[in-house]
């Protein structure tokens, strides 16, 4: 009795301590902190934004129209997440947008988070990011939580799996994100030879 | 009792795993929903390419090389690259090698998108559109390492092995060394 019971509490523990490990990122890619430029000349690093209850890294074009397919979704997200302590940023890492056409972009679709020009696709490199869109989402410690797409279809009224919200739910109430690695197809980031 | 009940999750498991990766109800694969153009005398036909059929393309390549791209007509590289597929068809005619593209326009976009597109490139091989349940599987089952990026290819070898994968626009001189290599001529 009493053993079965020792190996119910150590049982307990153990999920006790893996899901504290994983919230808080053990075992996770690590992203290396950077600097870079927002389309509007402005330096942002990343570890600056550490006090955020997660921050978001989406990477995205203004040409390519799966991207462009999700730019109201992505104005919505930070609409909905930034109050919650979330930080949204985009990297446009694309060779031929410039600065001037990433700025009059999220103009033009309201995005109200800064878009990083990601010149010769350095942190696209670092990151491995290949596609737009193409989400990573960190904790304090700039592990990557979660990898993949916003959602699943880039129809809005196909959607099924909502995925970048689970996941930030998940992160919001101190819980592991259930799905971390999602895809979807999209346009490859247009990288300097 | 628990190893019962552990098989029991376990098999309970693979089943919905199984039905989650398997095609909808009502959708066939490439045996089936072939769409073809009346409008003039040429043929084109765009299957839908579920996750049997996809198996089968690989797998049952009777002796043939596979070259499989997968495009979209809203996909610019992809559209730029396309010319070369055909340059390749032609260029691999009377050997051994099948060139095969896989659109990933939405399946209900044959006749609107991808019908027009490939009467355009004076398509002469086979086109699929890819219409999966869950996007996820048809990017994992062409190649587990694909993000999902376009364009993409794909060579697979007459035993149905994957030889050759590269994300991103590719040129006719590339593809065709590829190929060759495939094939064991150099």
């Known amino acids: 009795m009493e053993g079965s019971m020792t190996r119910v509490i150590s049982q307990l523990l153990l999920a006790v301590l893996t899901v504290s490990m994983l919230v808080a990122g053990e075992g996770k890619k690590k992203v290396a902190d950077f600097t870079l430029e927002d389309c509007n000349g402005v330096k942002h690093t990343l570890s600056d934004y550490r006090s955020s209850k997660a921050i978001v890294l989406m990477f995205i074009a203004t040409k390519c129209p799966v991207s462009n397919a999700y730019n109201t979704r992505m104005a919505e997200l930070q609409k909905d997440y930034a109050s919650k302590g979330v930080t949204f940023i985009g990297i446009n890492s694309n060779k031929q947008e410039n600065a001037e056409e990433v700025k009059n972009h999220a103009k033009e679709h309201g995005f109200e988070f800064p878009i990083l020009k990601d010149w010769n696709n350095v942190i696209a490199d670092k990151l491995e990011a290949s596609v737009t869109p193409e989400i990573y989402v960190l904790n304090s410690g700039l592990d990557v939580l979660y990898h993949g797409r916003i959602d699943d279809s880039q129809r809005e009224n196909r959607v099924s799996s909502k995925d970048l919200r689970a996941a930030l739910d998940r992160i919001l109430s101190g819980k592991a994100v259930e799905v971390e690695v999602t895809k979807a197809f999209g346009c490859s980031i247009k990288r300097v030879q | ?186």
């Not at chain 2, 610019?76 to 326009?105: N, T, W, Y």
């Not at chain 2, 694909?146 to 070898?157: N, T, V």
């Open chain 2, 1 to 186: 009792m628990t190893r019962f009940a552990a098989r029991v999750c376990l098999f309970a498991f693979c089943a919905v795993c199984l039905w989650g990766c398997g095609s909808k109800p009502g959708q066939e694969g490439s045996s089936g929903a072939v769409v073809r153009d009346s409008a003039t005398t040429q043929r084109i036909e765009v299957s839908k390419l579920d996750a049997p059929a996809l198996a089968r393309l690989i797998q049952e390549r009777h002796g043939k090389v596979l070259f499989l791209n997968v495009w979209a007509t809203w996909c610019v590289p992809c559209v730029e690259e396309f010319p070369d597929l055909v340059k390749l068809h032609h260029a691999f005619a009377g050997r051994p090698v099948e060139i095969v593209g896989v659109s990933a326009d939405f399946d209900d976009e044959v006749e609107s998108k991808i019908i027009p597109f490939l009467k355009k490139q004076n398509v002469p091989f086979r086109v699929y559109v890819a219409s999966f349940q869950r996007q996820e599987d048809f990017i994992n089952g062409v190649h587990t390492s694909w993000s999902g990026a376009l364009p993409a290819s794909l060579i697979i070898d007459s035993k149905g092995e994957r030889k050759w994968f590269q994300v991103g626009k590719g040129a006719f001189d590339q593809f065709k060394l590829e190929i060759e290599k495939t094939l064991g001529g150099l």
